[in-house]
C-alpha cells in the first residue's frame, strides 16, 4: 500500500484509476493537488493499463499436427483467440485454477485411450471445466447431447446421466475422437468434427474440393473452434509469458476418493452420505452424475461412488 501526499490511498490499479479519474474532475480540488493527481495517473496507472499486441508463437502444433502460421488468414485467426483470451483475464485465470483441479483426471485416461494430450483443451473450451448446460441441452464437461452420449455407451435416465460422470464422459469422448480421426486422417479435423459433426465436415470437404482443415472455409463457431484451442493450450502452457501471476496455492485442489460399490437401489442419498461423513451437497459435488436423491437400480447393476477422502471437508 502507498500513501500519495495528495492523501490518495492506492490499493490496486483499478483502485488508482478510478480514484484519480474522480478525483481529476472533481471541481472541489485545489489546483495543485489535481497536478499531484494526474503525475500519479500517467506514471502508474497508464503502464498497468497498457495494452500490447502479442507475438505469436514461431511455431504451434495442435497434436502433433503444425499449424500453417505462414498463411496470413491463419496467423489472424489465431492472433484473434490469442488477444481475446488473454485480456479476458478473469476467465483465463479461472481456467487455470480449475486445470490443476481437473487435469489430473483428464490426462491419464486420454493417454490411455490413445487421444493426444492436447484434447484437454477441448474440454476447456467446450464447458470450461464445468458440469455445463448448453442451450441445445448438451451436457457436462465434453458437451454430449442425449443421443450421442447413449450411442457412446453412457446411461442417461432420470436417475443416473453418465454425461456429468468426468471419468466416463471423457473415455466416451475419446471414443467419438477416435472414430473421428480413423474418418479423417487428421486430429485436427477429428477436433472440428467434435463441433461441426461428422457429416457436416465431411459435407464441406465435397462441397470445397480440398480435405485439410485451415484450407476448409466453415461457419463462425466451427471455424474458430481449433484456434480456440490453440490459443488456451499456449497461454494455459505459458500463463506467465501473458501477464499471469499466481502461486500454486492460488490454484483449485484435485480432492482424493474412495469408490463405494453399490448394486442395490438406494432411498435416500442424504442419509447415504451421512454413513460416510459428508452431507448430500458433498456427495453431489463429487457424484454430479446422481441426479436425483435415490437409485432405483430394479436390475442389480453395480455403480461405484466417489466419497472425498477425510480431511477435507472438515
Known amino acids: 500500500m502507498k500513501i500519495l501526499k495528495t492523501g490518495l490511498i492506492v490499493v490496486g490499479a483499478a483502485t488508482v484509476f478510478f480514484a484519480i479519474t474522480e478525483a481529476v474532475q ?14 500519479t495517473f500517467d506514471k502508474n ?24 502460421l505462414t498463411d496470413p488468414d491463419i496467423h489472424e485467426r489465431l492472433d484473434r483467440e ?22 489430473p483426471v483428464i490426462e491419464p485416461i486420454l493417454k490411455e485411450e490413445g487421444v ?64 473421428s480421426k480413423r474418418d479423417f486422417g487428421s486430429w485436427t479435423l477429428a477436433a472440428a468434427a467434435y463441433n461441426a ?9 465435397e462441397r470445397q474440393k480440398v480435405k485439410d482443415y485451415y484450407d476448409l472455409l466453415l461457419g463462425e463457431e466451427t471455424g474458430r473452434y481449433v484456434f480456440r ?15 499471469f501471476k499466481f502461486e500454486e496455492s492460488d490454484l483449485y485442489k484435485h480432492i482424493p476418493t ?25 456427495l453431489k459435488i463429487h457424484n454430479p452424475w446422481l441426479r436425483e436423491a435415490h437409485l432405483n437400480n430394479a436390475s442389480g447393476k453395480a455403480y461405484y ?4 477422502e477425510e480431511g477435507y471437508y472438515q
Open 45 to 68: 496507472v497508464a503502464k498497468v493499463y497498457t495494452i500490447k499486441a502479442l507475438s505469436i508463437p514461431e511455431n504451434i502444433d495442435f497434436a502433433g499436427e503444425s499449424v500453417p
Open 82 to 103: 490469442l488477444l481475446v483470451n488473454t485480456y479476458w483475464q478473469s476467465n483465463a485465470l479461472l481456467l487455470m485454477k480449475r486445470a490443476n483441479k481437473y487435469f
Open 116 to 179: 493426444p494430450d492436447d484434447f484437454k483443451y477441448l474440454a476447456v473450451i467446450e464447458s470450461g471445466l464445468t458440469q455445463a448446460v448448453s442451450p441445445a441441452n448438451a451436457v457436462g464437461f465434453w458437451q454430449l447431447l442425449k443421443g450421442t452420449g447413449r450411442d457412446l455407451g453412457l446411461e442417461i435416465n432420470s436417475n443416473v446421466d453418465e454425461r456429468y460422470h468426468i471419468e466416463k464422459s471423457t473415455r466416451a469422448a475419446c471414443q467419438y475422437l477416435k472414430e
Open 305 to 308: 461412488v466417489d466419497i472425498p
Open 258 to 282: 474412495k469408490k463405494v460399490k453399490v448394486d442395490t437401489a438406494v432411498d435416500d442419498f442424504p442419509d447415504f452420505a451421512a454413513k460416510y461423513g459428508i452431507n448430500y451437497k458433498i
Open 197 to 205: 459433426g461428422r457429416a457436416g465436415i465431411a459435407r464441406q470437404q
Open 26 to 39: 472533481s471541481p472541489d480540488i485545489q489546483e495543485e493537488h489535481k497536478e499531484a493527481y494526474q503525475e
Open 229 to 243: 484451442i490453440l490459443a488456451l493450450k499456449e497461454i494455459m502452457s505459458n500463463p506467465y509469458e501473458y501477464g
